[in-house]
């Protein structure tokens, strides 16, 4: 049993509003995805990290990623994540039996003992599974004129991370099957196939840069964790 780990980073960052993709956008010092990086390769079990980028990437050869002994970057980003991954999953040059643990670029704060953690509790599983928390606050559906038409229960309910462990041969026959706009994560794709992924207990702190105010969050949390 051997794991990889395959970050999608061919990404647009859209809700960022920055002109730089959100991958690359100083955080302490460095690029945003340093820190993803650096969390990566300080799984013991990881024996590999492959990075997606886009084929027009202008950003990733003006860095030193020398530190990153693992890493295999990958050009052949696609137009969706969905796509990066699988994508990335077909070119990575790795054995369809090896573990691939998928991570969002967008997710620096990631602590590498939680992943080691993740990978002794799946690592024997059928099927796999993902980083993932329950859901905290109650939950509005909205009606006409952003006003309440009920709350939802929230039982039971789970916010999806990463990183997302399957198997890379099934991950690339499901992503490939059922490829579409309602494939927004990797577990997504073996649901569909009637598979019961296993949700394992993430962290608030592993959040996904998403809007300007993450990144200051982001850095919080990333020195809130170098002090202890
Ligand atoms: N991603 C990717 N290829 C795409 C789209 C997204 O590899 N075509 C990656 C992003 O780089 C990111 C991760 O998937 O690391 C999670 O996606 P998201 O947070 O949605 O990033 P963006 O798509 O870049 O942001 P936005 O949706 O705001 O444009
Ligand atoms: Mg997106």
């Known amino acids: 049993m051997s794991c990889f780990a395959l970050v999608p980073a061919a990404g647009s960052g859209a809700r960022m509003g920055a002109t730089t993709p959100k991958q690359y956008l100083d955080l302490l010092g460095k690029p945003l995805i340093w820190h993803t990086l650096r969390a990566l390769s300080a799984v013991p079990e990881i024996t590999r990290v492959c990075v997606v980028i886009s084929a027009g990437d202008e950003w990733w050869n003006s860095y030193d990623w020398s530190a990153f002994e693992r890493l295999q970057v990958l050009r052949c980003g696609g137009a969706t994540r969905a796509e990066s991954v699988l994508n990335g999953l077909r070119a990575a040059d790795v054995a369809d039996a090896d573990w691939a643990l998928v991570h969002d ?4 704060c990631l602590d590498p003992q939680l992943v080691s953690a993740m990978i002794v509790r799946l690592q024997h599983d059928a099927v796999g599974g993902i980083l993932a928390v329950p859901v905290a606050d109650t939950l509005k559906r909205a009606g006409m004129g952003e006003r309440i038409a009920r709350t939802e229960a929230r039982d039971g309910l789970w916010q999806a991370q990463t990183p997302q462990m399957f198997r ?39 959040l996904k840069v998403t809007w300007p105010q993450d990144l200051q969050l982001a850095a919080l949390i990333l020195q809130g964790a170098k002090n202890g």
């Open 105 to 108: 670029a967008a997710r620096p």
């Open 168 to 206: 890379r041969g099934e991950l690339i026959h499901a992503i490939a099957e059922f490829i579409g706009p309602d494939i927004t994560d990797e577990a997504s794709a073996l649901e569909k196939q009637g598979k019961a992924p296993q949700l394992v207990m993430g962290s608030p702190w592993n």
